[in-house]
């Protein structure tokens, strides 16, 4: 089947800078998917690229079979929301949204009902002839989505919409966007640095990693089962041990861990040389804590314990350099009588660890 939306060996040049490598991904009609990575990834630039602002240096982006590059940015039919507030000022919310209807020709009668059923999407009713100065930023921002999604686009790109906005406000749209996602079946492409945010909204992920996508999938999928470091990194919290390969036979890994402990079966990530140095990723909420002595778990020490409401985070040592936090739920029976300074014993189950490749 044709993929709704598929982006080709898209690459991206300016002179000696290669902005977008290789970016490689389709999505399917409704989709919501989000470009997710640090600065300067590609995130932005590939989708200014379908946006129409930019031109590819070599690749190709089909919507619904044909290619889109030859298509002018304002023929592209495709909705925008920038991070800055893009309204015109001198517009009341009304003309705002109105605006791309009468770009587009439609009557006045129909420009007016659109305009009504817009403001009660993004739930603005009322807000009509207010100018955007007269509004908070998250109410903008609601009128820009309104705006974009006034003409009923099939795609919808969003780059770092709610990054203006304090935590509280950007979790409230964050609701209000995804509720909007499912009522219109718009298919959404989002851009943004925040895994959180990430997770909250999409379908699905794609980790950009200096100028390709290093993963592509669901948070779940993407938390659990992470290709690469960067991608553990990433997603979720992590921390990594040094260790040794006894042996690996199907993607799985014997190793050696600090004090002689040997652990069996880890998912393996990348060609590994028995003998080699390796890092062994874990994350914090999947570690059991003991107080008492056990041969098979990591001797440690702790460091800091520090309450987070509702889960207690004890950062411990193992050896000289290697810090491992274990985050347990509060009222832990392993927290109570807990100190700072005190020997504990780490376990976790092969299957929640990872092993990468330096
Ligand atoms: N017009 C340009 N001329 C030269 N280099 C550019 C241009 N636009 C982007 N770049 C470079 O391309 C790389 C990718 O930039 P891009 O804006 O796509 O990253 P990003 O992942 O969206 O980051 P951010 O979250 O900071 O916007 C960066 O190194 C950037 O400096």
Redesign the pocket.
Known sequence: MTPFLDIRHVR?E??P????HDVELTIERGEFMT?L????????????ILAGFEQPSSGDILLNGKTILDTPSHKRNIGMVFQRYTLFPHLSVGDNIAYPLKVRGWSKASITERVRQMLALVRLEGFEDRRPAQMSGGQQQRVALARALAYDPPVLLM??PLSALDKKLREEIQYEIRRIHQETEVTILY?T?DQEEALRLSDRIAV?SR?VIDQIGTGAELYAHPRTRFVAEFIGDSDFLPCQLLSAQNGRADVTLPGDVTVAGIPLHGAAADGKALQLMLRPERIALSREKDGHALAAVVEDITFLGNNIHVKTRIGEEAAVSVRLPFGHEAVSGLARGMPVWLSFDPDTAHVFTA
């Open positions: 991206k300016y002179g800078v290669v902005a977008v470009f990575g640090p600065s300067g990834s590609g995130k932005s630039t590939t989708l200014y780059d770092e851009v640095h950009f100028g």
